[in-house]
């Protein structure tokens, strides 16, 4: 079982994204704010990322680069930064402290590769690569570097999952026997991808569809809160083909090395989604149910699991707020480290396999 998940280790998780911090060079001179740049725009949450660092008085996008260039031309006039067509404008440039990577997956590992090379601290949008080889490369060079990094799994930062991690972490579920987790939206139902966002069910260029879109954000809840996962085996298929053969749903069943029994589902073709998690042990019982909380472990006196749990912890800020503010030197929260985004890359990745050979895949 992983230990490593109390809120006082949130703290002393955080040591290593401290140490980088000591040698970051003090951006915000005399009033001046931290320069970054937005280093591919293509990601369905772009907008979302430059209107929050739009917010944010203490940084300035000085930069948008795309290869699409009129897509980087728009975005960089909504919020009032240059254009740049050559990327050794960005990479060359020693004002630009770090970049926010939210191009197509499949362009990942070149601009992550280029991105360390130039010394600039990385938010790179999950996942973080096509594949679970070229994700350890990428995190390797990362964290040999010593530069700042995390990636958008914002369910970390919910405060539900925060109780959940603690209570696991105390013993209070006894010996856990199974956890469920989904993320299902009706994104395929709605066309949510039919124009700007079509690469996202094109698999050749995000290296997923709809399963592994959405399922790495409970798949790294599952592993955050249990650990490291031995085999899984899963069904992952189209349903409306509106995207071709992009699968829009599957289910996976995976084998944890501590025991535990899990099952992930996510897809684009759900109508609602009202029991995004489950956790089952021989001492507690927790689900999620339309947004609330319920638990019930004598060993932690919850013992009316009929009433939603109120004394959740403070929610942490979003993924890239916590970057920015690592970069700015006062991070307090821990950051998502690369070899986690990557070892969720190898576990989707075996997903995927298991599905084509309708079989048990182990875990390298």
């Given at each position: 079982m992983n230990t490593d998940i109390t809120r006082r280790d949130f703290i002393a998780a955080a040591s290593l994204a401290t140490i980088a911090i000591a040698t970051v060079p003090v951006w915000a001179q005399a009033g001046g704010k931290i320069q970054i740049a937005f280093v591919g725009v293509a990601h369905i949450h772009t907008p979302s990322y430059l209107d929050l660092?739009?917010?944010?008085?203490?940084v300035h996008i000085k930069y948008v680069w795309d290869h699409d260039r009129e897509r980087a031309e728009r975005r960089a006039?909504?919020?009032?930064?240059?254009?740049?067509s050559d990327l050794h404008t960005i990479w060359d440039d020693k004002e630009i402290a770090a970049v926010v990577i939210l191009s197509e997956t499949n362009r990942h590992e070149e601009l992550v590769i280029a991105a360390v090379r130039a010394g600039k601290h990385l938010f790179v949008e999950k996942p973080l690569g096509i594949t679970g080889r070229e994700s350890r490369v990428m995190a390797d060079s990362i964290e040999k570097s010593g530069l700042l990094f995390t990636t958008g799994?914002?369910?970390?930062?919910?405060?539900?999952?925060?109780?959940l991690k603690q209570e696991v972490a105390a013993g209070n579920f006894g010996q856990i026997t199974r956890v469920r987790a989904s993320n299902c939206h009706a994104g395929s139902l709605q066309g949510w991808f039919d124009q700007e966002w079509r690469w996202m069910a094109d698999p050749k260029i995000s290296g997923v569809g709809a399963f592994g879109d959405l399922g790495t954000h409970k798949l790294d809840i599952l592993m955050w809160i249990l650990g490291d996962i031995e085999a899984v085996t899963a069904e992952i298929r189209p349903v409306t083909h509106r995207y071709g053969d992009c699968d829009e749903t599957g289910e996976a069943l995976i084998r944890f090395r501590n025991g535990v029994i899990g099952t992930l589902a996510a897809g684009w073709v759900d109508i609602e989604d009202p029991v995004p998690f489950l956790i089952s042990g021989t001492e507690g019982h927790a689900v999620i149910f339309n947004g609330q909380l319920f638990y019930h472990s004598k060993k932690a006196g919850q013992n009316d699991s009929?009433?939603?749990?109120?004394?959740?912890?403070?929610?942490?800020?979003?993924?890239?707020?916590?970057?920015l503010d690592a970069v700015a030197g006062g991070q307090s929260e821990p950051l998502v480290r690369p070899r986690e985004a990557a070892a969720r890359v190898s576990v989707m990745q075996a997903m995927y396999e298991a599905s084509r050979q309708r079989a048990w895949v182990n875990i390298s």
């Open positions: 660092v739009r917010k944010r008085p203490d006039k909504e919020v009032g930064a240059q254009l740049v799994y914002f369910t970390r930062t919910d405060p539900k999952f925060l109780f009929s009433k939603p749990v109120t004394n959740l912890p403070t929610a942490l800020k979003l993924p890239l707020q916590q970057f």
